[in-house]
């Protein structure tokens, strides 16, 4: 609690348990999403919305298999709906038209580590009876479509080899759009840890107000603090202005974020099993 509490009440406390959603759920949500997108499309594509409910309920559960069920998630399946449908028009007779458009929200979406989006599409041709052979898709052209993206896309995620290299290369692919880059090297400018966490943090929400990528790269120690800016989860004030919490310790503020702003967060592979599950 970030209020004071009393001492007769300092031994209570409310466990919140939360069940793993069952595919009437998942199916539900996706339903109702999509009908926000656009109300025409969840007749035309029931087959799909069915399928993709079916294909993730699949993964999950393969991925238990390999220790891996918490590696993607529920916000991974919105993100995809949002995807898929946010690029399908009413007007088309023939949604399997759209199959690769598909393929490749399922790999802009699902990827990650080795085959995790290979194993989330051979299940959806599967679940959806198609054999349609997909578009070889490349990694660096996922990440380039993501950054240049006019739709709601997600924050990046990257884990990598040799951070040295991905940083050339994402230097590449920012070379038309200002970013900057933060990383635990940062942390040494200051007398102590507590210092340094905080003015980085005033930096980053100063960064989030403009159109600018922002890379972030061993600052573990303040990604809890980015917990809600990581998942977009935004409040709208007037004039549509997006807001977002951003938490210190007993303290929080909301701050704005420009609609254009990016980030990406670098990830190395040998560390990847230390990291805090999201």
């Known amino acids: 609690s970030n209020w004071t ?3 007769s009440k300092m ?4 466990n919140k348990v939360v069940e793993e959603p069952d595919f009437n759920y998942i199916e539900q949500t996706a339903r109702e999403k999509v009908r926000n997108i656009n109300k025409n499309l969840e007749i035309k594509c029931d087959g799909i919305i069915k399928a993709i409910c079916q294909t993730y309920i699949s993964y999950i559960e393969e991925q238990k298999k390999r220790s891996k069920e918490d590696f993607h998630g529920l916000r991974d399946f919105y993100y995809l709906i949002n995807d898929i449908f946010n690029g399908i028009s009413e007007k088309e007779e023939n949604i399997d038209n759209y199959l690769n458009h598909i393929f490749k929200s399922i790999y802009r979406n699902f990827g990650g580590f080795e085959k995790s989006a290979d194993i989330f599409l051979s299940i959806f041709k599967e679940k ?3 054999n349609q052979l997909q578009e070889k898709y490349a990694v660096l052209n996922l990440i380039e479509d993501n950054i240049k993206s ?3 896309s997600r924050y990046l995620l990257l884990i990598v080899k040799n951070e040295t290299i991905i940083e050339s290369v994402l230097k590449y692919i920012l070379k038309d759009r200002e970013y900057e880059i933060r990383s635990d090297d940062n942390i040494n400018d200051y007398e102590n840890e507590s210092n340094a966490v905080l003015n980085i943090l005033l930096k980053i929400q100063s960064l989030m107000k403009s159109e600018i990528t922002l890379i972030l790269k061993n600052l573990e120690i303040l990604y809890p603090s980015l917990y809600e800016l990581f998942n977009k989860n935004f ?3 007037g004039g549509g202005k997006k807001f977002v919490r951003i938490s210190y310790e007993s303290s929080y503020s909301y701050v704005e974020v ?3 702003f ?3 967060v670098l990830v190395s592979k040998d560390k990847l099993d230390e990291e805090q599950k999201p």
Do not use: T
């Open 5 to 7: 509490l009393d001492a």
């Open 11 to 14: 031994n209570r406390a409310i």
């Open 128 to 130: 959806y009876n198609c």
């Open 150 to 152: 006019k739709i709601d």
């Open 235 to 237: 409040i709208e004030y």
């Open 258 to 260: 420009n609609e254009n």
């Open 262 to 264: 990016k980030m990406i």
